[in-house]
């Protein structure tokens, strides 16, 4: 989200099934959707964030011709006065379906995947202001199709999957701290998922499971350190885009059942 608008990018195609450079708007004053100028290059699974009214667009997988896709340390910063795109310092490592926050003027990405290593520990942190790369503690446990947010001055990395296998591991990590701190646990195991943050609050929504799309929702209170479970999805979804807005979610798009499945649905959800 860049101001008063919220911003979809990238993803497979529902026509083709193929990576898209697409990128479009939803103008929350207005309620439409527009199309934006698009990414230089096709990307999914990559890691999006806003700082400072700019879009920042991390890694992700891009398309080769020999094999299925290849993970990606590119960096890309949309400027929406402009309607352009323009290169960034490249990360430390490739990665995809991994979780992204920003955090005061520092970008952190964490966890997730690439060609080399299945399930990613490590943590990349870009400084705005110093405009170059540094490496965080790694996370505990390694995972990918994870979730992260920034939320009461800590990175929040939750969920995920290793090996198909999904896991509940919440961690959070304070700048400065030399390691990353184990929370009470997800109450249902997930990947593929979003997670956002509202006043005191952290909830999760959508994801996949064994049996299919996870219809579940549970927030977490900051304070207290317990979850509870909110009104369900009225439609299932996982590789969807999850916003906060004030005290309001929106689970945006995504995929009904697990594999390549698609969804125009956007749905919205009031955190009391």
Same mark, same amino acid.
């Given at each position: 989200?860049?101001?008063?608008?919220?911003?979809?990018?990238?993803?497979?195609?529902?026509?083709?099934?193929?990576?898209?450079?697409?990128?479009?708007?939803?103008?929350?004053?207005?309620?439409?959707?527009?199309?934006?100028?698009?990414?230089?290059?096709?990307?999914?699974?990559?890691?999006?964030?806003?700082?400072?009214?700019?879009?920042?667009?991390?890694?992700?997988?891009?398309?080769?011709?020999?094999?299925?896709?290849?993970?990606?340390?590119?960096?890309?910063?949309?400027?929406?006065?402009?309607?352009?795109?323009?290169?960034?310092?490249?990360?430390?490592?490739?990665?995809?379906?991994?979780?992204?926050?920003?955090?005061?003027?520092?970008?952190?990405?964490?966890?997730?995947?690439?060609?080399?290593?299945?399930?990613?520990?490590?943590?990349?942190?870009?400084?705005?202001?110093?405009?170059?790369?540094?490496? &965080?503690?790694?996370?505990?446990?390694?995972?990918?199709?994870?979730?992260?947010?920034?939320?009461?001055?800590?990175?929040?990395?939750?969920?995920?999957?290793?090996?198909?296998?999904?896991? &509940?591991?919440?961690?959070?990590?304070?700048?400065?701290?030399?390691?990353?701190?184990?929370?009470?646990?997800?109450?249902?195991?997930?990947?593929?998922?979003?997670?956002?943050?509202?006043?005191?609050?952290?909830?999760?929504?959508?994801?996949?499971?064994?049996?299919?799309?996870?219809?579940?929702?549970?927030?977490?209170?900051?304070?207290?350190?317990?979850?509870?479970?909110?009104?369900?999805?009225?439609?299932?979804?996982?590789?969807?885009?999850?916003?906060?807005?004030?005290?309001?979610?929106?689970?945006?798009?995504?995929?009904?059942?697990?594999?390549?499945?698609?969804?125009?649905?956007?749905?919205?959800?009031?955190?009391?």
């Amino acid at each position: 989200m860049v101001g008063d608008a919220v911003y979809v990018v990238g993803g497979f195609d529902a026509r083709t099934a193929a990576s898209t450079r697409k990128v479009e708007r939803l103008d929350l004053c207005t309620g439409r959707w527009s199309l934006v100028h698009p990414m230089s290059a096709a990307l999914n699974h990559m890691g999006v964030a806003s700082y400072g009214g700019s879009l920042y667009v991390l890694g992700g997988y891009r398309p080769r011709t020999d094999t299925n896709s290849e993970a990606t340390a590119r960096f890309w910063r949309y400027e929406p006065h402009t309607d352009r795109w323009s290169a960034m310092p490249s990360a430390p490592t490739p990665r995809a379906a991994f979780a992204i926050a920003v955090l005061g003027h520092r970008l952190y990405a964490a966890g997730g995947r690439n060609d080399s290593v299945l399930a990613l520990r490590t943590v990349d942190v870009f400084d705005f202001a110093r405009h170059r790369w540094s490496r &965080a503690p790694s996370l505990e446990v390694g995972r990918e199709h994870v979730a992260g947010m920034a939320a009461a001055g800590a990175v929040y990395v939750l969920g995920g999957r290793v090996a198909g296998v999904n896991l &509940a591991a919440v961690e959070r990590y304070v700048p400065g701290d030399d390691r990353w701190q184990e929370l009470p646990p997800l109450p249902l195991a997930r990947s593929g998922f979003g997670a956002a943050a509202t006043p005191g609050r952290i909830t999760v929504v959508g994801g996949e499971g064994p049996t299919g799309t996870i219809r579940e929702v549970d927030s977490l209170d900051l304070a207290s350190g317990a979850w509870r479970r909110l009104a369900p999805m009225g439609t299932p979804r996982h590789g969807l885009g999850v916003v906060s807005i004030g005290s309001v979610i929106l689970a945006i798009e995504g995929g009904p059942t697990p594999g390549l499945s698609y969804s125009r649905t956007v749905q919205r959800l009031l955190i009391r």
